[in-house]
């Protein structure tokens, strides 16, 4: 028998099958509150059972309240992966100062989208479509056509997300905090005039930061006078968005919480060392050169055994230069299920034994067909000895 087939075939004893419910039945760890409802009544709610993951989720007021400025976040960030990270990063951040055993997790109900909306424009006269007494952008500086003007003064500030969280008092669920991301460009995309031609600005990072906490600062104030947050403890994070099409996301920059206060000091910020990579790509391979290193090696494996093998991506999350969660995706061309299953269990087998990437990393892996449709996953977390393995 072919060596290479034969490897292939003895691993069957390595695949096992795993999967997680969610049960939201009344004998799931779930828990009856009293919360307000948009109408200011009080109704009758449910907080989430806690999920058991490596990450810190926290527990969610159901039923499920979306954003009073929801519709918004898709118009003003530029892609799907930026949205995850936002949201997710945010309640990352949040956790250092709203404890998830504590807290309860609500999207944003107090800022309305006409409110945000003000605010994401330029400082200056109303009444222009662009400008506003309340706007945080940059005024225009100077500059004669709409073209100069736009390139002399740049839009940083992208969009601003507010996530509540919540705390239990005698059964009644009440504010306890708000965390605030304020989403800023790395580069500034704009159109000409009459449909001219668009525009692109790329923004020095440090003058980016420095308005962002001008910028943010100036928010505060703006909260604390609206309905509802004039005591409310507030925690506000900058997040650096990607230039469009980029194959990851962006990131968070710094963050400050300032309790019950009403400004943030220079030395309220915290500055946050994180970034993502994507495999393979010359920034990788200059920036974390060990790490890209390991997945062309992991890549090469998979050629050796399977001629439909098409490639692999990956994305890499590390913070203080350290890889603290793994993500890759392998599209092949699978011509029946006794191939996917023999692909899989060679995947399997890597991870258990020429695994080169530390085991504490969490590691997930997607197996799709060539149309991008999910085949299998397979997970790899800390606390398991053995990678969880799902086909389709």
Not at 59 to 76: E, I, N, Y
Not at 170 to 196: M, W
Not at 246 to 253: A, I, N
Not at 300 to 328: C, I, S, V
Request: aromatic residues 10%.
């Amino acid at each position: 028998m072919n060596y290479k087939k034969a490897v292939v075939l003895t691993l069957s004893s390595t695949l096992f099958l795993g999967a997680c419910s969610f049960d939201l039945s009344p004998s799931s760890d779930t828990k009856e509150v009293i919360t307000e409802s948009e109408q200011g009544k009080e109704v009758q709610a449910v907080v989430s059972p806690a999920i058991d993951t490596t990450d810190s989720y926290y527990r969610t007021v159901l039923p499920f309240r979306p954003s009073v400025a929801r519709g918004m976040t898709q118009k003003r960030v530029s892609s799907r992966l930026e949205l995850d990270e936002i949201e997710t990063g945010l309640m990352r951040h949040s956790t250092q100062f709203f404890d998830p055993e504590k807290y309860y997790y609500q999207e944003g109900q107090l800022l309305e989208a006409d409110q945000i909306a003000k605010w994401l424009l330029r400082k200056g006269k109303a009444g222009d479509g662009v400008s506003d007494p309340e706007g945080l952008n940059p005024a225009y500086t100077s500059g004669k056509s709409y073209k100069e003007k736009n390139q002399k003064s740049p839009m940083i500030l992208s969009h601003i997300l507010e996530q509540d969280y919540m705390l239990e008092e005698d059964k009644k669920l009440e504010l306890g905090g708000t965390s605030i991301a304020l989403v800023l460009n790395s580069e500034y995309v704009f159109q000409d005039e009459n449909y001219g031609p668009t525009y692109t600005v790329k923004l020095d990072e440090k003058k980016v930061v420095a308005e962002g906490k001008r910028m943010a600062n100036d928010l505060v104030k703006k909260m604390r006078k609206t309905q509802g947050m004039k005591t409310t403890p507030i925690h506000v994070a900058l997040y650096l968005q990607e230039k469009e099409g980029s194959p990851v996301s962006g990131h968070y920059l710094s963050s400050a919480f300032i309790g019950r206060g009403n400004q943030i000091s220079a030395n309220d910020w915290k500055n946050y060392n994180e970034r993502y990579y994507y495999y393979p790509s010359a920034r990788a391979t200059n920036d974390v050169r060990d790490d890209a290193a390991k997945f062309d090696l992991f890549k090469d494996r998979l050629e050796d055994y399977f001629p439909n093998y098409t490639g692999m991506m990956g994305k890499g999350f590390y913070q203080e230069d350290e890889l603290k969660k793994l993500e890759m995706k392998i599209p092949v061309q699978f011509y029946g299920k006794a191939e996917l299953v023999a692909f899989v269990q060679y995947v399997t087998y890597l991870l258990e034994n020429r695994w080169e990437y530390n085991r504490n990393i969490t590691t997930t892996i997607t197996v799709t067909n060539l149309n991008g449709d999910t085949e299998a996953m397979l997970f790899l977390d800390p606390d398991t000895k053995k990678p969880i393995v799902k086909i389709r």
